[in-house]
């Protein structure tokens, strides 16, 4: 069973940047596809980002790119997440997940079979 434990959220003003990681807890992260997810108060999950075994693709919603930057250290099993120019739309509990491994990336959050806590980011105005 794999564990996630993401870290680095926080509040932050408008126009900042935070860095999430996400500390996995088997060796087998270095085969798994890895996404990170958002989720703000009475709305769905919402894709963010993904990144491929290798660290070679990836693939970031709309509302993200060029803001945000996925990236992972398989030899630390750790995932991070790097958000800059920060709005207050970007405000939300941000989960990591893992696929099985060997699997593809994929921005549906039900192709995904383990999950974090979550941690709270919020960006005032």
């Known amino acids: 069973q794999v564990q996630l434990v993401e870290s680095g959220g926080g509040l932050v003003q408008a126009g900042g940047s935070l860095k999430l990681s996400c500390a996995a807890s088997?060796?087998?992260?270095?085969?798994?596809?890895m996404g990170w997810f958002r989720q703000a108060p009475g709305k769905e999950r919402e894709f963010v980002a993904t990144?491929?075994?290798?660290?070679?693709?990836?693939y970031y919603a709309n509302s993200v790119k060029g803001r945000f930057t996925i990236s992972r250290d398989n030899a630390k099993n750790t995932v991070y997440l790097q958000m800059n120019s920060l709005t207050p739309e970007d405000t939300a509990v941000y989960y990591c997940?893992?696929?099985?491994?060997?699997?593809?990336?994929?921005?549906?959050?039900?192709?995904?079979?383990?999950w974090g806590q979550g941690t709270q980011v919020t960006v005032s105005s």
């Open positions: 997940a893992a696929r099985s491994s060997y699997s593809g990336t994929s921005s549906n959050y039900r192709d995904y079979n383990y």
């Open positions: 088997e060796r087998t992260f270095s085969f798994s596809p």
């Open positions: 990144i491929s075994l290798s660290g070679g693709t990836t």
